[in-house]
T-cell receptor
Framework: AQKITQTQPGMFVQEKEAVTLDCTYDTSDPSYGLFWYKQPSSGEMIFLIYQGSYDQQNATEGRYSLNFQKARKSANLVISASQLGDSAMYFCAMREEYGNKLVFGAGTILRVKS | DAMVIQNPRYQVTQFGKPVTLSCSQTLNHNVMYWYQQKSSQAPKLLFHYYDKDFNNEADTPDNFQSRRPNTSFCFLDIRSPGLGDAAMYLC????????????????FGDGTRLSIL
């Protein structure tokens, strides 16, 4: 069975600094996709970044990058130059090949300090 | 802009009174999902539609039903809401995942916050 683990319930970061949110996963499937979502206090889930298990390079989207270490089964999200608007809950999620379902981690609450 | 729209944003209902939440999409995605999210928890998948094929999660209570009359619309019906059903309900859509493990992201609506009196 798939499992996603986010070990950091909460994180603080100073504005303009970089922060890494941890995510490890467990799957027996050789092919899978990893996703990060942001959920502000208003409740909407915002897709940030995607990494496929066969992708050779780490995914990047603007200030977001994914530190993908396949052997360690980790897919950490790096946010560079943090902004106050980055304060939110962040979820790591995984979907296996041929599957439609996302399995979510428990989430990490990020607070950006000014 | 193409998007996933949930109505209403906030819904209050009485204990035991049926309620329907709606979701529409302009993305023309063939997969639609309903999630329940309780405070400070991860979203929990209730069911999803792959085109017209309904896929129920094993632990979704019978109290929860869904309808998808066409590609654009999907409804969540709660037949007899209990206090434990108070939550945020999120609708999401995606294209069919491509073979080879590459996935299409799920696109979420803004959610409906359901309160039970």
């Amino acid at each position: 069975a798939q499992k996603i683990t986010q070990t950091q319930p909460g994180m603080f970061v100073q504005e303009k600094e970089a922060v890494t949110l941890d995510c490890t996963y467990d799957t027996s499937d050789p092919s899978y996709g990893l996703f990060w979502y942001k959920q502000p206090s208003s409740g909407e889930m915002i897709f940030l970044i995607y990494q496929g298990s066969y992708d050779q390079q780490n995914a990047t989207e603007g200030r977001y990058s994914l530190n993908f270490q396949k052997a360690r089964k980790s897919a950490n999200l790096v946010i560079s130059a943090s902004q106050l608007g980055d304060s939110a809950m962040y979820f790591c999620a995984m979907r296996e090949e041929y599957g439609n379902k996302l399995v979510f981690g428990a989430g990490t609450i990020l607070r950006v300090k000014s | 802009d193409a998007m996933v729209i949930q109505n209403p944003r906030y819904q209050v209902t009485q204990f035991g009174k049926p309620v329907t939440l709606s979701c529409s999409q302009t993305l023309n995605h063939n997969v639609m999902y309903w999630y329940q999210q309780k405070s400070s928890q991860a979203p929990k998948l209730l069911f999803h539609y792959y085109d017209k094929d309904f896929n129920n999660e094993a632990d979704t209570p019978d109290n929860f039903q869904s309808r998808r009359p066409n590609t654009s619309f999907c409804f969540l019906d709660i037949r007899s809401p209990g206090l434990g059903d108070a939550a945020m309900y999120l609708c999401a859509t995606s294209r069919e995942p491509r073979q080879g493990g590459e996935g299409q992201p799920q696109h979420f609506g803004d959610g409906t916050r359901l309160s039970i009196l």
